[in-house]
């Protein structure tokens, strides 16, 4: 794609007049990072998110919300459509879902708190606590055989039963029909129930009840809920859920409708947000504990995320094989001893993965069944997000002798010749970023979008490219290549330095700050202020005014950004743009670029009034 890019105008303040706490708040679970201060490309994200604008674009779904936390910093959390097309609402952050059969690594759960509680143990026959399986058929099945689905029940919806005891009755009575108890892997809705069945018999409350007492209320998971509960007033905040059949999309549900079950099943039943989730995919990631509080022991933890069973199961991630633990989906590829995520999915279209080695959790919530945009989306993880390496892709040899560094001295700035997507781009540090194209003549290149703008390059007597030969009409001349000087400080040290110099190396211990500079324009007898307010954890507000007038206000949260300019005019800038309003952020211009940027590289040092100067190029992909 040919494109020109010009970085959005903004002032660089010299002068810091205060760094000041407002006050100080405790941290969210997830608090909001960039993307680049967590190891995660931005530019990966943005594909991310135009993979999900797709599946809306494309109708594959109406609405789906996203959500992406990298070492406990949600790095992308965005929603998509509508959350009900029919009144126009759209997919504000977190929405509540029809998680479906991501109800059954919390049924998981549960019960085996009981078992840690010694109120059952693991190899108990289900008979001992369910008088229907005290028969011929099924007094073989066991507590494992269920959590593991190896009980032989099958599938088993029980939508036609009105109670957990009714459907575990009509299991027991029933027996294993499809192989014998601990033979054979077959995923089963039924033997979750019948869980959930012996949860309410063993702990002596409703489902739901227990899981709340024992699960969401220490986790804060206050957005988690029985979806059969039609009173409950967060009810009025789940997505309308719509099915995928042969024709458009069609509303099989909405908040009017009520409640989504007759009653909690241990299958399938709750209602929950992804950031909601996430919390109890982190008391998994932190082997049972909640803060410093123990809600299931490592062993447990251990002993459900070890597979059991090749499953049955598709998915899109390359060369990987699905197998079950205990109410886990677990993802090992071919040559992986064990498995290097795990997770599981609902029916609705909802999805959660973990890669513990990378501290990295996605979940993917969206609300329409039969939607094949999970396995979609986890091509595009694997290739964004797990394995970007097999995406860096070598320059052309024939663009490789043009791509380097030149130097403008009438400037006194360098330009870059890079290869980007195959093509030889041209850089120009906060101006310009534009396609060139080839011409017969191999050292003359033209610009993508303006052709009558020519770019020749000059060679010395060995052949080698040496310089750059702007366009004819700009009357600057030829621009010398160098190599950069490897005996350059370091960024780090340059970074340091950077900090001390404006007195922002300590933002980032403050919590919440306000960041106050000035910088008086003499000749135009005016001046330009800056007023930032930060929590220091992605979100902020800076306001930028020239005299009396605010030129823009920039309010920013995580990768959310909005900017309202001086007409009163509101807009949400987004791919290319986003990143640019975000990276001219004063917080970003004299804070810690390492924080901001993937990459950096110094590249030259020159002397400016007799004082070392220094340019650094930094890379957000």
Known sequence: MNRKIRSRPYMILLAVLSIQTVYAVDPLPFAHATPTSQGISPHALMQLTEEVDGYIRDEKIVGAELLVIKNRKAVLHKGFGWRNRDKDIPMGINTIFNIRSMTKPITGTTLQMLIEDNKLCIDDPVAKHLWSFDNEKSRAITVKHLLTHR????????????????????????????????????????????MGAIIEETARMPLDAFMNERIFQPLGMKETFGLHRGTDPRLERCASRYRNQSGPLECVWKPSDGAQFKFMRGSQGLGSTPMDYARFLALWLDKGMAGNKRLLSAKTVSRSLTPVSLADLTTGFPHTKVYYGYQWMLYRKRQESVPSAWGHGGSDGTFAWVWPHKDLMVLYFSQCTNTITGSLLEQAIDRLLIHPENNETKAPEKLQPYIGFYWSSEANMYRAIVSRDAELVIEV????????????NPDRWVSAEQTNLEFKFARNEEGNVVALIPPAYTKIAPQMRFDVDPNLPSVDQLVAQHLQAHGTNSTGTLGVYRLAGTMDLKAQKMSVTNRLVSDGQGRSREEIKLGETVLQTVVCNGDRVKILDSTGTCSTPTGIEQEQTILARCAVVIGDWREFYQRLQLIRRVQVKGKDTYYCTGHST
């Open 151 to 194: 009980s032989g029940l099958g599938w088993l919806t029980g939508t036609s039963q009105a109670s957990l005891q009714m459907i575990a009755n009509s299991c027991g009575e029933l027996g294993p029909h499809e192989f014998l108890p601990g033979t054979s892997f077959r995923y089963s809705n039924g033997g979750s129930d019948i």
């Open 429 to 440: 540090p906060g101006s310009t970023l534009a396609t060139l194209r080839a011409t017969s």
